[in-house]
């Protein structure tokens, strides 16, 4: 049997500014639902369900935190585009 790679995660230049300014605790949770969705890219709900040709783009939250990232099948990655932060 045959164990699929985790999906490399890559971010877009405002999420990576977002992440860093984020603290710690809020940090560590983009990390873990990253991780997650690495795994399973497709575990996450679709940003737009009403698009058809959308289904790449993903959209997960915790809590006060959410990310928006999209699934590059071709080449194996997964790209934040955003990152909302909604506490302190």
Do not use: C
């Not at 164990?3 to 405002?14: D, L």
């Not at 289904?55 to 955003?82: C, F, I």
């Amino acid at each position: 049997m045959t164990t699929q790679q985790p999906y490399a995660v890559r971010f877009s230049g405002p999420a990576a500014k977002v992440l860093d300014n984020l603290p710690e605790h809020a940090e560590d949770t983009v990390w873990d639902v990253l991780d997650a969705a690495a795994a399973d890219p497709w575990g996450f709900r679709q940003w737009n369900a009403d698009d058809l040709e959308g289904e790449d783009v993903r959209y997960a939250y915790v809590g006060r935190l959410s990310l928006t990232y999209w699934v590059n099948r071709p080449l194996h990655r997964l790209t934040v585009l955003n990152i909302v932060w909604l506490g302190d």
